[in-house]
């Protein structure tokens, strides 16, 4: 007979694992929260521009542009529509609004397909569940958030220009037909989500055309593609995003995001508060 410490910690475990996966599923109404946040701020220029080291300023400057393009409001609304594909399975497709408020709050609200009715609550570093039919958010841990299709939320929350040391290779590398300056990226401290990485930048007009991040372990983890753009305010715009999972665990899920419009217009802070987020229509 299994004894009961074993049995109660064999349940606590797969409870974890459930809700690390749905957290993963929930967790990609964070991409479009990072995406729509603000650009970086002004100080952040400087700092960027700051960088030691040969062709620094360059550098810094190539990371601002680049954050530039992937967040087009400071506070308002966006709508997404999220494709997740795994081999053998059914490509599972979400419509989410995202209310975002500068950059450290976002309520991401399921509208239509298999999570319709739930939100992910993120408030600065902390991140909630909210489950139709539950009484209290439901936290997410920082080791949930870097788990499957979670760590997502913290590749799009991402600021290329305050989060990495950029270093410039000589030359120009192709990506899908662009000529690009090609960047390689070192965290700037110990606590971000990546620890380096590769910034392939379009060499006329700065966009970012595609993105390579390795966790500390030096395991490549997602490669990002830029594909689909528009023009607003006199820049570009991102309209699609493509990820590839590439840690062994999440070999051939792929994700896309289709961001299909953005408001400009002002919230209640409430509408961030964890007791409060659920009612927001």
């Not at 419009?261 to 508060?273: A, I, N, Q, V």
Request: net charge positive.
């Amino acid at each position: 007979m299994t004894p009961r410490s074993d049995m109660a910690s064999t349940r606590r475990h797969a409870m974890g694992a459930r809700r690390a996966s749905w957290a993963g599923r929930m967790a990609l109404a964070c991409v479009s929260a990072g995406l729509a946040a603000a650009a970086a701020r002004p100080a952040v220029a400087a700092d960027a521009a700051a960088q030691p080291g040969a062709g620094a300023s360059t550098a810094g400057t190539m990371l601002l542009l680049a954050d530039q393009t992937l967040h087009p409001i400071t506070e308002g609304s966006v709508r997404i529509r999220s494709t997740v594909t795994r081999p053998g399975a059914s490509p599972v497709v979400s419509e989410v609004e995202v209310l975002v408020q500068g950059e450290e709050h976002a309520l991401c609200i399921f509208r239509a397909g298999p999570l319709a009715g739930r939100r992910i609550l993120m408030a600065g570093d902390r991140v909630w569940l909210l489950v139709p039919g539950t009484t209290r958010p439901i936290p997410v841990s920082a080791n949930q958030r870097l788990l499957g299709g979670a760590s997502i939320g913290d590749l799009a929350r991402l600021r290329f220009a305050s989060e990495f040391i950029a270093t410039p290779r000589p030359g120009v590398e192709t990506v899908d037909g662009f000529p690009c300056r090609v960047l390689d990226l070192s965290a700037r401290g110990p606590g971000a989500s990546y620890a380096a990485g590769t910034l392939w930048v379009d060499s006329g007009d700065g966009r970012p055309r595609q993105a390579l991040f390795a966790l500390p372990s030096g395991k490549e983890a997602k490669e990002v593609r830029y594909t689909g753009w528009t023009t607003g305010a006199g820049r570009p715009i991102l309209t699609l995003l493509e990820i590839e999972h590439r840690l062994p665990s999440e070999r051939g899920m792929r994700t896309t995001l289709e961001f299909i419009d953005h408001e400009t217009r002002t919230l209640d802070p409430g509408t961030f508060d964890p007791g409060r987020a659920r009612d927001v229509p």
